[in-house]
């Protein structure tokens, strides 16, 4: 049993045969998925998309590259008040993005904080992003646990073994991709291969990132196998093995979702 703890299912790359998708991954043996929520002006098709398949779930927030259009919408209380739906079973996908800057920096950590304080009040875990913001997020993460316990995990992990190391000493998780599986991606692996095994989950970010060997096609949930079996490599045991434990992690973490 594998799940796809981070995946886009309502990207439009999907639309012209998203039941075949989910099969897929269900032949693959993906038991859940959890698509994301990146707007909130989107949410709503999110939502429906996760109401429409049993195996499918999702989350509300807005990512830290809309934070400029739609942050200041994204309080605490909206978001607790969205997220009231039994299907939705996180916070995010939020964080700070320090490489493209799509949005300034200030309303990036505001809307952050903001989820944070989502995350906290509702009792879901927190989906972070970040990129090239390892230490402005490590800070923010410190701080905020400061005020209040959450739980959470950085998704589609690409940063230092510091900060995993930080995130896993506040408590959270530390998912990765197909990244992976890139030729290039040694020291990310080294990563992969040293976090707490209680603490690894597993994802596709679908459409993005397939992993070796699809990479260059469009990512899909069935794919996060292939990742699965290369972190089980690394780790010296099993994809099956590696499976049950992420998978067991993920229900510990996205206590909403509904075990098959």
């Excluded at 913001?133 to 959470?152: P, Q, S």
């Amino acid at each position: 049993m594998f799940v796809d703890s981070h995946c886009h299912l309502d990207f439009p790359e999907f639309a012209p045969e998203l039941d075949a998708v989910v099969a897929r991954a269900r032949n693959a043996g993906v038991s859940r998925m959890v698509t994301i929520g990146t707007r909130l002006s989107t949410f709503a098709p999110v939502r429906a998309l996760a109401k429409r398949f049993a195996d499918v779930y999702c989350s509300v927030g807005v990512h830290p590259h809309e934070a400029e259009k739609e942050g200041a919408a994204a309080t605490p209380e909206r978001l607790g008040a969205l997220s009231a739906h039994e299907k939705v079973v996180a916070i995010g996908e939020t964080g700070l993005d320090f490489y493209y800057e799509h949005s300034p920096r200030g309303l990036q950590e505001a809307a952050f904080r903001n989820h944070i304080a989502a995350a906290r009040q509702t009792g879901l875990p927190l989906i972070v992003h970040t990129r090239d913001a390892e230490e402005a997020t490590a800070r923010v993460l410190r701080e905020e646990m400061g005020k209040g316990a959450f739980t959470g995990l950085i998704h589609c992990f690409t940063s230092s073994a510091q900060l995993a190391d930080a995130a896993v000493d506040l408590g959270l998780y530390i998912s990765f991709s197909g990244i992976v599986t890139f030729k290039k991606s040694e020291a990310l692996r080294a990563v992969a291969a040293r976090v707490p095994i209680e603490r690894l989950l597993i994802e596709t970010d679908a459409p993005y990132l397939a992993p070796v060997p699809h990479r260059g096609k469009r990512n899909e949930p069935a794919f996060v196998v292939k990742t699965a079996e290369a972190i089980a490599q690394l780790r010296g045991i099993g994809a099956a093995e590696l499976g049950e434990a992420t998978s067991e992690n993920f229900f510990r973490l996205f206590t909403r979702v509904a075990r098959p």
